[in-house]
């Protein structure tokens, strides 16, 4: 258990920085859309669902942690999915600011949004959908500032795995590389 709580305590701190710099840099109040129907997919409420359901089915995830190329491995109990899988969540896209900001591509079961601005975080986003069910959600993230750059890679394969790949640079402080990946027991 040690080896999760010292690798977790540096990635919470490692996340915590970050979720600081990025709050001090927001000059904006988050403005949520109401009263109308959203524009693009709903992943905030897709992954409130999943959470719930992932919640009460209380299954092991085989997990493993890469920090900077040094990689553990446990089978954990997941006690609150939300907290995991915040990094999804956190790249809802359906914010009134952004109603025209994403390009919209539907092919056969694939619904696909691309960032038409630089700065937006939530870069690119793929939903692949069989018979209106997903089956898998991959998005990708970059955050870029005078003081660090994070890209992320986050990968959802509902009832199976969860990827989170995430690189962060940090003037003075260097480059941290972390992937946490949960093989979602049956």
Do not use: H
């Not at 010292?6 to 988050?30: E, F, G, M, Q, R």
């Not at 005078?146 to 959802?156: A, D």
């Amino acid at each position: 258990m040690y080896w999760y709580k010292s690798k977790i305590s540096s990635i919470i701190y490692l996340i915590s920085s970050v979720l600081l710099l990025t709050c001090l840099s927001a000059c904006k109040p988050d403005i949520k859309e109401t009263g109308s129907a959203l524009k693009y997919f709903d992943i905030k409420g897709y992954f409130t669902a999943d959470t719930g359901r992932l919640n009460k089915l209380n299954t092991p995830v085989l997990k493993t942690i890469t920090y900077n190329g040094v990689t553990e491995q446990k089978t954990v109990f997941i006690n609150n999915w939300g907290l995991e899988l915040a990094f999804f969540t956190g790249s809802d896209i359906n914010r009134p600011a952004w109603k025209d900001s994403y390009q919209i591509i539907t092919n056969n079961d694939f619904l696909i949004y691309i960032a038409k601005y630089p700065e937006l975080k939530m870069r690119e986003m793929i939903i692949k959908k069989e018979k209106g069910k997903v089956k898998w959600i991959l998005i990708y993230n970059r955050t870029k500032n005078i003081i660090y750059q994070t890209t992320e890679k986050l990968s959802y394969y509902p009832d199976s795995l969860y990827i989170i790949s995430k690189k962060q640079s940090v003037r003075l402080l260097g480059t941290n590389i972390y992937k946490v990946q949960g093989v979602i027991g049956r």
